[in-house]
């Protein structure tokens, strides 16, 4: 009988009799004693393995899938928890598990409340009237009362209400559709925010699935209920926008939407005006009236008829212009402003200064000291202020309706408005300005305690406390890359930094040169490399420290190779170093054209990365692994590392760190070459949308490049030099060197050949030849460009000399186009001068490699050229069934665009010159040239017996009886005989 294997059931582990629930103290020593286990799930069977890596144990998942073998990491056997077994699961299956909710240590900001007013406000219904029509859109500038007339609304009506107040994390698709869920889930039964899993990066199709699910959720709900989404001008995502529109068009008849926004959205307006479904309540409507402007000023000051027409007419019905002219007044303070106030206007600091004079001495003070704060918690406040009631202090600011909106329900978290925030922050740094410094220390220790280090550090550069800015970044450096995922935040605060400080800081001094040289920024480097160096070289050689030469050894050395320490730092720090040194070694490899050695290397460093929970390593080497299988032609799996460490990022994370848009770009190249183009936008979209400022601008050069492409390929050429000359747009000085001017040249005159438009892709690469002549870096961009030209103007011979040195590997430097792209323009060359069979040997070649990669762009772009040796090939029957399907397809694509295919009679003509070797061709030639057997022998360095079965094979081949009759018929074949 088969002995039963070890598996895991329900929650427990079976083996021999012996049941063992998942994550007991049993189920580990079981682990601990045993090598492998089988897990049976929700989405079906898969094996887990123990392996050893760096003299450790880890638990690996495997599942066969679709052919293919696919792998999961499941950590130590401490890790092994039934959750950790059921992610693996969905993983395994392509499904996604949501990730766990984020935890913080301090309060939690609730985003499903409507902002609190006090009771005293003015009532606005004219306004709330209008809250009749399924769709109302707020938008004005801030201080026109979006939020206070929202309350209102909120408070007078009977329907429920679900609430969301939006910032800048919804901008993610995912999780904008969550908080409309959750906002929903707060009024709704049926658990209608428990969504079906979505993939980290969904696409429109599954978006839109997504909220007809929620739809369809809401459908059976009959009572009257209304969303709304506050604070919407956060939203930017074209993939939100798209959500939000088609919520619009599908509203369900019981429910009402009400966005508020500073900015009017971006919506098609009229289509919902002619179809009376909208209510528009902008600026002009939100203005105070002179009836509401007196009533507002009556219900706080009694002052004359005369004096209330001159405030309101200075006001302009604006709103928090009136707010203030009451404090103002309730003090008897004059109010002499000789200008209207608008909108977005700064207080003037006499105003603010005679209103705040009039508030109590302790008032004033905690005013002051709290402006300095983005947003107002009790516990910080009492920092600040040396006092113990800042949570009553806040609730009496509030209920007096001084400038302060609470953000949540629970009274955690307030914040002052904008305006009134700035013009306290000129009083305090007037009245107080030896006490900015101390606040800001005070600040930036209480998040450093609460775990906000990006907050510490915001206050410690305002004051310009570099010592201890660079203190704190030194402690947080490696945190910040392997639990955030990027480097920017990291590279940016450095930045701003003065050389001498990060120089006493010797640990982050060498994290940036590495970040830096890993990057290409040796440009930015500049000012703090030659700062750092001149001050290392002005000591005496005997005064130099060993944190002195390891830095001068890193400069010195930089990207050329590793750099040995002779000091060392916490293990974290030094084994980080490694990982960098191996990281820049492959970078060195793929620079020299040893993909292998590349690919080897950077296989085993995102694995550790992985087991290391390493996101910023993980990320970059995972992109520069996928990047070489790009090129090397191993297009799925790209993909499916891009996409696995997207979905592992999200689960850590839940948002898209900067550094994720290398890896959707690469997603759109990936698309691009499967002709996926609108996938391929999606992905360069998105990654724009989430990186649109990169510290690194040669990643935003590429994305333009890529979908200057792609624009191209859907034959929207206009489009496509818009992005190109975007990216010419932008100062390549301050670049990585990684990109030159002549780059986005040769950029646009390829599309220009793309788009069939030969003389000015000519002229284009004419006016590059001098930088090409000087930069082996543009050689491949410009050899590509060089054999379209040639193809085009049907030089069959240039071409094939130039893209032999492509095929051949002869270039080094960053290729930037796929191997498989110059292999099917040397077979359309060879095909252009007859040489038949070398050119469908190649060319079945190539269709084997791309078959199994749905590689279809470079086979497209040779357009009608290319169908004479596609239908030889498809012909042949040399080709596997999956190969030929795709074949097919391609054959029917570019038969579809035209205008002539290839006829029976040519294609029988081009099967006989096929069946010519290449030795035989070269016999043949030799014939032609009058040669006798012995020459044709001596010539090529063979028998004449090997030369006459050369002949009788060739005469049986074109069926022929004569030397004279071969050569005549070869000629008649096009075969280059002469």
């Known amino acids: 009988m088969k002995r039963q294997k070890p598996t895991v059931r329900d929650g427990v582990l079976r083996t021999g009799g012996l049941d063992v629930r998942v994550a007991s103290a049993d189920f580990q020593h079981w682990l601990n004693a045993n090598r492998s286990f089988v897990f049976e799930g929700e989405f079906g069977r898969f094996s887990a393995r123990r392996e050893t890596r760096r003299g450790q144990f880890y638990w690996y998942a495997y599942r066969r899938q679709d052919g293919k073998l696919r792998k999961a990491y499941l950590g130590r056997a401490e890790d092994l928890t039934l959750a950790q077994l059921q992610s693996a699961d969905a993983k395994l299956a392509g499904q996604e598990i949501a990730p766990p909710a984020q935890t913080t240590h301090t309060p939690v900001i609730t985003k499903h409340f409507p902002p609190r007013q006090p009771d005293n406000l003015l009532r ?113 995502s074209e993939q939100n926008q798209r959500m939000t529109r088609f919520l619009i068009d599908y509203l369900p008849p019981t429910m009402q939407l009400v966005i508020s926004s500073a900015e009017r959205p971006p919506f098609p307006l009229n289509q919902w005006r002619m179809l009376g479904i909208v209510t528009e309540i902008d600026e002009g409507l939100l203005r105070l009236t002179a009836e509401e402007s007196h009533h507002f000023l009556q219900q706080h000051v009694a002052v004359s008829p005369a004096r209330l027409r001159q405030i309101t007419r200075q006001t302009g019905g604006w709103p928090a212009g009136l707010r203030l002219a009451a404090l103002a007044l309730q003090h008897d303070t004059p109010f002499t402003a000789d200008k209207r106030l608008g909108e977005g206007a700064y207080f003037s600091s006499f105003f603010i200064e005679s209103v705040l004079s009039q508030q109590p001495q302790t008032v004033q003070t905690f005013l002051l000291y709290t402006s300095i704060l983005n947003r107002l918690h009790a516990d910080l406040c009492d920092v600040l202020t040396s006092r113990h009631d800042s949570q009553s202090q806040l609730e009496s600011l509030w209920q007096g309706n001084l ?154 050395q930089g990207r050329d190779g590793d750099v040995s320490a002779e000091i060392h730092y916490p293990t974290k720090i030094d084994t980080f170093f490694d990982q960098l040194n191996t990281l820049n070694n492959s970078v060195n490899a793929i620079f020299s054209n040893q993909f292998q050695l590349a690919e080897h290397q950077l296989s085993h460093l995102l694995e550790q990365a992985q087991v290391d929970n390493h996101l910023y390593l993980g990320q970059l080497t995972g992109n520069t692994l996928a990047y070489v299988s790009v090129t090397q032609g191993r297009l799925e799996y790209a993909k499916s590392i891009c996409q696995e460490l997207l979905d592992w990022v999200w689960q850590r994370l839940g948002r898209w760190p900067a550094l994720a848009s290398t890896l959707m770009s690469t997603l759109g190249w990936v698309a691009y070459e499967q002709n996926r183009l609108a996938d391929a936008l999606e992905w360069l979209n998105q990654a724009h949308e989430i990186n649109p400022n990169p510290v690194i601008i040669n990643i935003l050069v590429w994305n333009f490049m890529l979908q200057a492409r792609t624009y191209t390929a859907q034959g929207n050429i206009e489009q496509g030099m818009a992005m190109l000359a975007a990216a010419e747009q932008l100062d390549l000085t301050l670049d990585t060197g990684m990109w030159v001017r002549e780059d986005i040249v040769l950029a646009r005159a390829r599309c220009y050949a793309l788009a069939d438009d030969i003389p000015a892709a000519s002229r284009l690469l004419a006016d590059c030849q001098p930088a090409i002549a000087t930069n082996e870096q543009l050689h491949d961009a410009a050899n590509i460009m060089r054999a379209e030209i040639y193809l085009a103007q049907a030089d069959f011979a240039e071409a094939e000399t130039v893209l032999l040195r492509l095929t051949e590997g002869s270039t080094s430097g960053f290729r930037m186009e796929p191997i498989l792209r110059p292999h099917v323009m040397l077979a359309v060359a060879l095909m252009g001068q007859h040489k ?12 084997r490699l791309a078959s199994a990669e749905n590689f279809r762009r470079p086979f497209i772009e040779r357009g009608a050229a290319l169908l004479p040796l596609l239908a030889l090939t498809l012909q042949a029957g040399r080709l596997s069934a999956e190969t030929h399907r795709f074949a ?22 081009l099967q006989i010159a096929a069946a010519i070797s290449k030795r035989e061709l070269e016999v043949l030639q030799l014939v032609s040239a009058g040669l006798s057997n012995q020459e044709i022998a001596a010539q090529l360095l063979i028998t004449q017996s090997t030369v006459h079965s050369h002949l009788k094979r060739i005469y049986r081949k074109l069926d022929v009886h004569s030397r004279t009759e071969a050569v005549m018929r070869g000629l008649a074949l096009n075969l280059p005989l002469r």
């Open 403 to 556: 400038f302060i909106a609470k953000l949540d329900g629970e009274s955690v978290w307030y914040q002052y408005h904008t305006l009134f925030a700035d013009a306290l922050r000129q009083a305090c740094q007037r009245r107080f300005p030896d006490m900015i410094g101390t606040l800001h220390r005070q600040a930036a220790a209480w998040y450093q305690q609460n775990q906000l280090p990006e907050e510490a550090v915001h206050h410690l550069m305002l004051i310009e406390d570099w010592v201890a800015a660079a203190a704190l970044l030194e402690t947080i450096a490696y945190e910040e890359l392997r639990d955030q995922g990027e480097d920017h935040r990291l590279l940016r605060w450095v930045q701003q930094l003065p050389v001498e400080i990060v120089q006493q800081h010797a640990a982050l001094l060498r994290t940036y040169l590495r970040l830096t040289n890993l990057s290409l920024l040796p440009t930015q480097q500049t000012r703090f490399v030659q700062e750092v160096k001149a001050r290392i070289m002005a000591k005496d050689v005997a005064a130099r420290s060993a944190e002195d030469r390891a830095i001068l050894a890193e400069i010195e």
């Open 888 to 909: 097919q397809h391609i054959n029917t694509t570019l038969q579809t665009a035209a205008e002539v295919v290839p006829s029976q009679r040519e294609l029988a003509d």
């Open 124 to 236: 606005r219904d004219r306004l709330l009237k209008q809250f009749k029509t399924p769709l109302v859109l707020l938008h004005a500038p801030m201080g026109f009362g979006k939020s206070t007339l929202l309350a209102q609304w909120s408070q007078q009506t009977t329907k429920p209400i679900a609430w969301a107040t939006l910032d800048s994390a919804d901008n993610i698709p995912t999780t904008f559709l969550q908080t409309i869920s959750n906002a929903l889930a707060t009024i709704l039964p049926d658990n209608i925010s428990q969504l079906s899993p979505l993939p980290a990066t969904p696409d429109w199709n599954q978006l839109q699935a997504a909220i007809t699910t929620i739809l369809h959720k809401i459908m059976p709900h009959r009572d009257p209920f209304a969303l709304v989404l506050d604070d919407y001008h956060l939203i930017t």
């Open 836 to 847: 038949v069979n070398a050119a469908q040997k190649l060319f079945e070649g190539a269709l």
